[in-house]
C-alpha cells in the first residue's frame, strides 16, 4: 500500500494549490461567481500537508476550515488569484490549479450601487488571464496540475488542456454526473497524464480522490527522476 509504506512522500516538497470559486464584482453589492465549493482543493491541501508537503492554499473560500498545517492565501477575484500565484509559484515544486476561476470579469466595476432603470441592462465582460496557460510558458515551471470541468466530451476537452495549456496533469470531471463535481464530499475523476495515460477513478470521496491525485503526482515526478 503506497500510503503506509512511505506515508510521507511529499516530505520536502511545496505545492501551491488553488481552490473554489473566484468572486468578480459588478459594484459594492453585486458580483458573478460559480458553483465551486472549493472541497477538492481544500481536501487536495489537507491530503498533501498529511503525505509531508509545505502546503499553500490561495482561495475565495471563507467557510472551509483550513487544514491543519496549511498556510492560507485569501483572494477574491480571478486578478488577485493571477497576482497571487505569480508572486509565489516560484516557491512551488508543484501547483495543483483546483480553482473554477472566471473567464470572464466586468469591464468597469460601479463605485456606487448600481440604480435600476426601465428596459434592458447589459454588462460588458472581458476576458481573465489564464493563469495555469500562463504557468505552462514559464522557464521555470513547476510540475502543473490543472483541472476539466466539463459537461460533455470529458476526455477530448481535458487532452486539449493538457496540450495547450503545457500542463503535466488533467484531472477530468464530468460534472453533471450524479457524485461528481461541485457541491459534494464525492467526486468521479479521470487523470490524464503528459505519456498519453489515463487514469480514472471510481466515486470516491474528496480527500480519497485527492490521496490519489498525489499519488500519481509522485509517481510521475519519480518516474522523471530516475
Ligand atoms: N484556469 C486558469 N485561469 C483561468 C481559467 C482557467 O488557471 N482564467 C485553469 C483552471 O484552474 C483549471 C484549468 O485552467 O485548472 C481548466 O479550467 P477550465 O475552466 O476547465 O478550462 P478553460 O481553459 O477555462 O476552458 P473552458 O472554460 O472554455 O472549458
Ligand atoms: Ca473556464
Do not use: W
Not at 483572494?75 to 473554477?100: F, G, L, P, T
Not at 502543473?144 to 470541468?149: D, M, W
Not at 487523470?191 to 491525485?213: C, M, Y
Amino acid at each position: 500500500n503506497f500510503f503506509r509504506s512511505d506515508t510521507k512522500p511529499l516530505k520536502g516538497k511545496t505545492i501551491l494549490i488553488t481552490a473554489g470559486p473566484t468572486i468578480e464584482k459588478i459594484d459594492p453589492v453585486r458580483y458573478i461567481t460559480n458553483r465551486s465549493s472549493g472541497k477538492m482543493g481544500f481536501a487536495l491541501a489537507e491530503e498533501a500537508a498529511k503525505m509531508g508537503a509545505n502546503v499553500l492554499l490561495i482561495t475565495s473560500v471563507e467557510t472551509l476550515p483550513i487544514p491543519n498545517g496549511v498556510q492560507c492565501i485569501k483572494i477574491r477575484s480571478a486578478n488577485d488569484m493571477y497576482e497571487a500565484v505569480m508572486k509565489h509559484y516560484k516557491q512551488a515544486d508543484i501547483v495543483i490549479k483546483s480553482a473554477a476561476v472566471a473567464d470572464y470579469t466586468p469591464a468597469l466595476v460601479f463605485e456606487q450601487k448600481m440604480k435600476k432603470k426601465d428596459g434592458e441592462l447589459t454588462l460588458r465582460l472581458e476576458r481573465t488571464k489564464d493563469i495555469l496557460k500562463e504557468l505552462g510558458r514559464k522557464a521555470d515551471k513547476p510540475f502543473l496540475v490543472g483541472f476539466a470541468a466539463e459537461t460533455e466530451n470529458v476526455d477530448t476537452y481535458a487532452q486539449q488542456k493538457l496540450i495547450k495549456k503545457n500542463a503535466d496533469m488533467i484531472v477530468a470531471n464530468n460534472v453533471s454526473q450524479t457524485g461528481a463535481g461541485f457541491a459534494g464530499d464525492t467526486n468521479i475523476v479521470t487523470i490524464f497524464k503528459r505519456d498519453g495515460s489515463s487514469v480514472p477513478l471510481p466515486l470516491l470521496s474528496k480527500n480519497e480522490t485527492a490521496q490519489h491525485i498525489l499519488k500519481e503526482i509522485c509517481k510521475t515526478l519519480e518516474k522523471d527522476c530516475r
